[in-house]
């Protein structure tokens, strides 16, 4: 027999699941966010609040109550014939144990707002939304990690346990793993925010899940494979959810990491911590230089609580803010 599954999302949350999300197998492409946030605001100017009137009106009443060009509304009208599909395949994550959250709803992570119209309008989630909280701690580092950048790793750890904080992870081999585990394995909590493969990871960590120490989210269709933009997208929620960011070690130029710090310090996020691991990666060097906060291996082994650390190791730069513009993202990420 079938489990009997409820959808809890109210009106508006169904409208953006139906408009922008990838859930949907179907060949009618979703909405862009840019996309998503222009209708919006069309919708507010006319005196309404409620995104959820977009179902069900024809190709007449969208162009006369939003104004917009001609192949947007198209783009409208094919994704209004999706609402059973929709459901069949909100129906299908609830079978797997996948809750499902949007901007609209009251248990969203208000911690995501100050990332604008770049935080994720959806999330499917596995866990404990209440591992979230207002002064989390991520960690990244390479894919390829070894015994020196491991201890630094295990170090942050500690200081992340002492404090009685959450651990946020991008789930992905090196650094990231190798810290969840460090984590899960003395008794932490753990958020780790995937962007590919989420059942694969819901299944590898069951046990902690079902013990309340973790938490995995996924602003993309659960099944998704990966993606690079989805991968940087993440990268940037991360940034998002954390009050602080431990960088581990990054190379000029050498990917993800390297990229999203360079953004953070143009946008700020997060206030970023390098930690001063190993002499061989000179994208640590080059991003406290840019105005990341260098921690060492003897502020990590003292005594100091995180914030300590900052105030202590913190240079006031008037500069201006980092100029993202000077390379392209091609320039940063070697494939």
């Known amino acids: 027999m079938e489990k009997k599954t409820t959808i809890k999302l109210n009106l508006n949350s169904l409208a953006v699941i139906l408009y922008t999300s990838d859930l949907i197998p179907t060949k009618e492409g979703p909405l ?6 222009a209708i919006e605001k ?5 005196g309404r609040d409620d995104v959820s009137s977009l179902i069900g009106m024809n190709r007449e009443a969208l162009m006369l109550l939003l104004d917009i060009d001609d192949m947007l509304i198209d783009k409208i009208v094919a994704r209004s014939t999706l609402l059973a599909d929709m459901i069949h395949s909100l129906h299908n994550l609830e079978n797997e144990g996948i809750h499902v959250t ?22 499917y989630y596995v866990g404990n939304l209440d591992l979230i909280k207002d002064d989390n701690v991520s960690v990244v580092g390479p ?13 942050v750890i500690n200081k992340v346990l002492e404090e009685e904080r959450t651990l946020i992870t991008c789930g992905i081999k090196g650094i990231d793993d190798y810290a969840t585990r460090a984590m899960l394995k003395i008794g932490g909590n753990v958020i780790m925010f995937v962007a590919d493969h ?5 299944r590898m960590n069951k046990r902690y899940l079902r013990d309340g120490h973790m938490l995995i989210l996924c602003a993309v269709d659960p099944y998704a494979y990966f993606d690079i933009t989805n991968s940087l997208d993440r990268n940037i929620y991360v940034c998002g959810l954390s009050k602080e960011q431990f960088i ?11 990229f999203t710090s360079v953004q953070n310090l143009h946008y700020h996020w997060t206030t970023p911590l390098v930690v001063d691991a190993s002499p061989y990666y000179n994208g640590n060097l080059r991003l406290i230089e840019m105005g990341a906060i260098r921690v060492s291996k003897d502020d990590l082994a003292s005594p100091l609580d995180i ?12 500069e201006d803010d980092t100029d993202i513009d000077q390379m392209t993202i091609f320039e940063f990420i070697e494939e």
């Open 42 to 46: 069309r919708i507010k100017d006319t």
């Open 248 to 258: 581990i070690a990054t190379n000029i130029n050498s990917g993800a990491v390297w």
């Open 307 to 318: 914030e300590h650390i900052i105030n202590k190791n913190r240079i006031v730069n008037e």
């Open 143 to 155: 894919h390829v990690n070894n015994r020196t950048l491991n201890f630094a790793t295990k170090s």
């Open 102 to 123: 949007t901007k609209y709803e009251e248990n969203y992570p208000s911690e995501l707002y100050c990332l604008n119209n770049r935080m994720p309008l959806i999330l």
């Open 32 to 37: 862009t966010n840019d996309e998503w946030y």
């Open 198 to 202: 989420m059942l694969d990871k819901i």
